[in-house]
């Protein structure tokens, strides 16, 4: 049976918040409000964009959350994406899983063609056998749809495959497919965070991803 691991992006192989946070401003900003050059947003990381914009909106009191998310997009496919940084050890990893033989797959919340955008811009493409992330339309924003349809598209066995991620959208997403999830401690998520949603296990550093995902996925799920 094929073993693989899906990936989530932001939090987990990236750290997107310099990029991200750029692009909220500048949404923010088209639509006439003034927002705070510091304004943290490590918190809203991770759920699809139409909620974080919903978030962000709220002291506002402006509804708009689809022009929010457009200028978003906007700005972001202009320069935004840019605003990327691997995590240290994150490529090394990469390869550990690739040369263990895994699958491997991107699953995030961003939308795929930007996704694909810092993964070919980090030189990351090439370790992966598919990237995965939301379309127009919605109907792959959220964890669980996302992780299906990959699920489905690949013919993948859950008791033989794992999803990395550093928020309770991933562990419960993961979950909701049967399959296991794996929490990350460097990302925008927290370990209470992580171990409410039950992640089956949690990994320290970067540099010991690689290690961990090859162990998980070598002792296959026992049916529930």
């Not at 693989?4 to 500048?26: K, M, R």
């Not at 900003?29 to 990381?45: F, K, M, Q």
């Not at 263990?100 to 993964?119: C, D, E, M, P, Q």
Request: hydrophobic residues 35%.
């Amino acid at each position: 049976m094929t073993r693989s691991v899906l990936l989530d992006l932001d939090g987990t192989l990236i750290d997107s918040c310099p990029g991200i946070l750029a692009s909220c401003l500048a949404a923010l900003r088209a639509l006439g409000h003034r927002p705070d050059e510091g304004l943290d947003i490590r918190r809203i990381i991770g759920p699809p964009l139409e909620d974080m914009m919903q978030v962000l909106l709220q002291s506002y009191g402006d509804d708009r959350v689809k022009e929010a998310a457009t200028a978003y997009r906007r700005h972001y496919g202009e320069s935004g994406y840019l605003g990327s940084v691997p995590y240290p050890g994150i490529g090394e990893s990469l390869g550990e899983m690739k040369r263990g033989g895994l699958r491997v797959y991107l699953a995030t919340s961003k939308r795929a063609a930007f996704a694909s955008r810092i993964l070919d811009h980090l030189e990351f493409a090439s370790y992966f056998d598919g990237i995965y992330g939301s379309e127009p339309g919605g109907e792959l924003d959220h964890k669980p749809e996302l992780l299906a349809h990959i699920v489905s598209k690949h013919g993948l066995s859950p008791s033989h495959s794992l999803m990395v991620g550093d928020r309770r959208f991933d562990i419960s997403g993961a979950h909701a497919v049967g399959m296991r999830g794996l929490g990350v401690l460097w990302g925008y998520g927290t370990r209470d965070e992580l171990e409410g949603a039950g992640a089956d296990q949690l990994v320290e550093s970067p540099a010991d991803l690689g290690p961990t995902v090859l162990s998980m996925v070598d002792v296959q799920q026992s049916p529930a």
